[in-house]
């Protein structure tokens, strides 16, 4: 694991900024958090209050280690539309890092969550020197897999496991992708 750091810039992409947070993101993403259509491969939505715990906690990890979940903002409007960054793999059979996105409605179809997926991606291999990403979702968000894909994420049947903390369902059963330094 890459040694801990005390903040970070952020990452900036052609459209996207992938930065720290500021407490003019919490109302939007409570919104992003609490539609359902946004969780749909999550076991529920958050409340207000569970969606500003994850920010505060999410701010804390990247001052505590350089990297983590950045709050999502477009460049061209300074718009929050979402989170995505680099975490701690948790919750599965595997140790390493993932990468992931969740991103508001209003911003789906354009792109965004590959270029911040790249932009996460390229910071974990150039500047943290990771060996490997990963990224986790349910068997049945193929817009995520897609993502996964398109940055050069590949897919091995033998690595999906079953997620015994998500109750027994379509949630369950998840599938992981892989992305080597120097891949993709």
Not at 6 to 28: F, I, K, Q, T, Y
Not at 88 to 103: I, K, M, N, S, Y
């Amino acid at each position: 694991m890459p040694e801990p750091r005390r903040g970070h810039p952020g990452l900036r992409s052609d459209r996207l900024l992938l930065r720290e947070w500021r407490e003019s993101d919490l109302a939007p993403l409570a919104a992003l958090n609490a539609d359902p259509v946004v969780r749909r491969y999550f076991p529920d939505v958050l409340t207000r209050e569970r969606s500003d715990a994850a920010a505060h906690r999410w701010q804390a990890d990247i001052e505590r280690r350089g990297w983590g979940w950045w709050a999502l903002e477009a460049v061209a409007t300074g718009e929050f539309i979402g989170v995505a960054g680099l975490a701690p793999a948790q919750d599965t059979p595997f140790t390493g890092v993932e990468t992931g996105w969740r991103l508001a409605r209003s911003a789906w179809g354009n792109g965004y969550a590959t270029e911040a997926a790249l932009a996460a991606v390229e910071f974990g291999f150039t500047t943290l020197g990771l060996p490997e990403i990963l990224a986790v979702t349910t068997a049945t968000n193929l817009r995520s897999r897609a993502v996964m894909r398109r940055i050069g994420m590949t897919h091995d049947p033998a690595d999906d496991f079953q997620d015994l903390s998500v109750a027994p369902g379509p949630l369950r059963h998840c599938v992981t992708y892989r992305l080597g330094r120097g891949e993709g």
